[in-house]
């Protein structure tokens, strides 16, 4: 499966870069740089997808006690803090010759930071074993009081007075025929990738969990 996966992705994201670089025309006001709108947006949406992910499973901890959820909300997560910190760092790279400056503390940027430090603070509690036995249900209910901040990312743009772009809001993002085609290619094309990533990762813990459970059995 995680084979498949991948390779689904590794062509798809080769496509993506015909539609990126050959398809989509180059943005009239912004030029080159608006390309990175194609990566950016992608690694945002997907981000989101990882923590709710991590609030489902999490969920499913919580009324099915089974381990392989925990694993799953920790596979999301990693994932999450990944391509949400990557969708931070390509923002500032696109913000800096748009809006001349690396950051400013807009609505939308502030409220991803925050979540990203959320998340950040639930893998270190992850890694420092919180919970002893009762740990996957301890990082459960973290993983669903974490997720408060996500709407609030998706929303801040709509609701409050944001300079960030909205692409797919009641007012459009203007975006030509050929751009959003680039722009829906993009987010197939890294969902595959987040797919296989995903399902390797929470293989690897199922795996790390497995060799510990006979570690633990052969030192009683």
């Not at 603070?121 to 009762?134: D, P, T, W």
């Amino acid at each position: 499966m995680t084979a498949v996966l991948a390779a689904l992705a590794a062509a798809a994201l080769t496509i993506a870069q015909w539609f990126i670089w050959m398809h989509a025309p180059v943005e009239e006001t912004m030029g080159v740089v608006q390309k990175i709108f194609y990566i950016h947006l992608p690694l945002a949406w997907w981000a989101m997808m990882s923590f709710f992910t991590v609030f489902l499973a999490s969920l499913m901890v919580l009324i099915k006690k089974d381990n392989r959820w925990d694993r799953l909300a920790g596979a999301a997560c990693e994932l999450g803090v990944l391509f949400s910190g990557l969708a931070l760092v390509t923002g500032s790279l696109w913000g800096k010759p748009i809006w001349n400056v690396w950051w400013t503390w807009d609505p939308r940027l502030t409220t991803t930071l925050i979540m990203w430090f959320v998340y950040a603070a639930y893998l270190i509690l992850r890694q420092s074993g919180v919970g002893g036995e009762r740990g996957p249900v301890v990082r459960a209910a973290l993983g669903v009081v974490a997720f408060l901040d996500v709407p609030l990312v998706f929303y801040s743009a709509r609701k409050w007075r944001s300079i960030h772009p909205t692409v797919f809001g009641s007012q459009g993002g203007g975006l030509e025929p050929e751009m959003l085609a680039a722009v829906l290619v993009s987010i197939a094309a890294v969902g595959l990738f987040w797919a296989a990533l995903l399902s390797l990762r929470a293989r690897q813990l199922g795996q790390s969990a497995a060799i510990r459970n006979i570690f633990l059995h052969q030192t009683r």
